[in-house]
């Protein structure tokens, strides 16, 4: 039987992926870890055993969390009349990627930030989150269509946006030195 | 040769990329706020929650006793009444109450509505009584369980 409290196994697995979430809802980092961290303590302690089927209702939890902290940055915002504050953490990267990934990782960052925020959304939770259609339909209040929609969209427009890297992809071929591919080793089962 | 990734290779593409590390300081801080927890909850931990095993013959005592006030009260007033005196005031009167506290459980801080702290405690206890009656020079003792839930508002010093 896993003991109580054992959470950190639960945390180091899930935080990247909720760090990452969050950042789709709220200005920064520092920001998006703060939503976490009170998303996941009000998780944990409902429920202990850290069971993976309650994961949907941690994400719910820190989009609840974010859209929350957001409004009240809004009017915090009108309030101080924008200041000049550099918010901590505020450009931080949003993946860790491999070496070789890194250049793809940026354009994917610069992509992500592009599309609209439901999309945005759909795409992380589906992609990074592993969360099914139904669950983030649950989870947004939105129908399953909706979101089925909105990913296909998403989709639509990065493959718009990565099309360079498309170019690369396929170039690769001709000059092997060249691997952008972000997974390693290249399998014929990802390229054509 | 086509030239266009397909959706599953788009999205094995994504997939590909990790996340970014959450950074120490968020794993330190959670672990700061449910290390919190734990200290409110080790008394439970240490008493898990059950039923007291007295709690049940207790309460079987506790209702017999009420039953034999109730009879008692009642029956001198039949008689008083058969024998046509004036009604007296209830003959039956408790002498002396005290509660002894079995349990208490913890049940941690938990954010209300309000978004105010509070610790949740559930006291178990029970209360002894003794009753007398004067006219038949008889006394009885009373032993009920009660369970009672507490909340106290928690402010944090930072």
């Given at each position: 039987m896993e003991a109580p409290f054992d959470w950190k196994r639960t945390f180091e697995q899930l935080a990247p992926q909720l760090v990452l979430y969050a950042r789709q809802l709220v200005d920064s980092k520092a920001d998006a870890e703060d939503v976490v961290q009170q998303a996941f303590?009000?998780?944990?302690?409902?429920?202990?055993?850290?069971?993976?089927?309650?994961?949907?209702l941690l994400y719910a939890a820190v989009r609840t969390i974010a859209l929350d902290q957001r409004r009240s940055d809004h009017r915090r915002v009108n309030r101080e009349a924008k200041s000049d504050i550099?918010?901590?953490?505020?450009?931080?990267?949003?993946?860790?990627?491999?070496?070789?990934?890194?250049?793809?990782?940026?354009?994917?960052?610069?992509?992500l930030q592009a599309l609209p925020e439901d999309q945005r959304e759909v795409i992380t939770l589906?992609?990074?989150?592993?969360?099914?259609?139904?669950?983030?339909?649950?989870m947004t209040g939105s129908s399953i269509n909706t979101i089925a929609g909105r990913y296909r969209y998403a989709l639509q427009a990065l493959h718009k946006k990565l099309a360079h890297l498309r170019a690369d992809l396929l170039g690769e071929s001709a000059s092997p030195?060249?691997?952008?591919?972000?997974?390693?080793?290249?399998?014929?089962?990802?390229?054509? | 040769?086509?030239?266009?990734?397909?959706?599953?290779?788009?999205?094995?593409?994504?997939?590909?990329?990790?996340?970014?590390?959450?950074?120490?300081?968020?794993?330190?801080?959670?672990?700061?706020?449910?290390?919190?927890?734990?200290?409110?909850?080790?008394?439970?931990q240490r008493k898990p929650h059950r039923t007291p095993k007295?709690?049940?013959?207790?309460?079987?005592?506790?209702?017999?006793?009420?039953?034999?006030?109730?009879?008692?009260?009642?029956?001198?007033?039949?008689?008083?009444?058969?024998?046509g005196f004036a009604t007296v005031a209830p003959a039956v009167r408790p002498v002396s109450t005290i509660r002894e506290w079995d349990d208490a459980q913890d049940n941690g801080i938990h954010h209300g509505r309000s978004l105010v702290a509070e610790k949740r405690a559930l006291v178990v206890s029970r209360e002894l009584g003794t009753w007398?009656?004067?006219?038949?020079?008889?006394?009885?003792?009373v032993d009920y369980p009660s369970q009672q839930a507490y909340l106290q508002n928690v402010s944090f010093i930072k």
């Amino acid at each position: 039987m896993e003991a109580p409290f054992d959470w950190k196994r639960t945390f180091e697995q899930l935080a990247p992926q909720l760090v990452l979430y969050a950042r789709q809802l709220v200005d920064s980092k520092a920001d998006a870890e703060d939503v976490v961290q009170q998303a996941f303590v009000r998780w944990w302690r409902r429920f202990p055993e850290g069971d993976s089927n309650h994961i949907p209702l941690l994400y719910a939890a820190v989009r609840t969390i974010a859209l929350d902290q957001r409004r009240s940055d809004h009017r915090r915002v009108n309030r101080e009349a924008k200041s000049d504050i550099v918010v901590a953490g505020e450009n931080a990267p949003a993946f860790d990627p491999q070496p070789e990934q890194k250049e793809t990782a940026a354009i994917v960052e610069k992509a992500l930030q592009a599309l609209p925020e439901d999309q945005r959304e759909v795409i992380t939770l589906k992609l990074w989150g592993d969360l099914t259609f139904n669950e983030i339909a649950a989870m947004t209040g939105s129908s399953i269509n909706t979101i089925a929609g909105r990913y296909r969209y998403a989709l639509q427009a990065l493959h718009k946006k990565l099309a360079h890297l498309r170019a690369d992809l396929l170039g690769e071929s001709a000059s092997p030195a060249i691997n952008i591919l972000p997974f390693s080793p290249p399998t014929t089962e990802a390229l054509p | 040769m086509n030239n266009n990734l397909n959706d599953s290779q788009l999205e094995s593409l994504l997939r590909g990329l990790a996340p970014a590390a959450a950074s120490p300081s968020l794993t330190q801080r959670v672990d700061e706020e449910l290390k919190l927890d734990m200290s409110w909850l080790s008394t439970s931990q240490r008493k898990p929650h059950r039923t007291p095993k007295w709690i049940t013959s207790a309460g079987w005592a506790a209702m017999g006793a009420a039953a034999a006030i109730a009879v008692m009260s009642y029956l001198p007033t039949q008689q008083s009444n058969m024998q046509g005196f004036a009604t007296v005031a209830p003959a039956v009167r408790p002498v002396s109450t005290i509660r002894e506290w079995d349990d208490a459980q913890d049940n941690g801080i938990h954010h209300g509505r309000s978004l105010v702290a509070e610790k949740r405690a559930l006291v178990v206890s029970r209360e002894l009584g003794t009753w007398v009656d004067p006219r038949y020079s008889a006394q009885m003792a009373v032993d009920y369980p009660s369970q009672q839930a507490y909340l106290q508002n928690v402010s944090f010093i930072k």
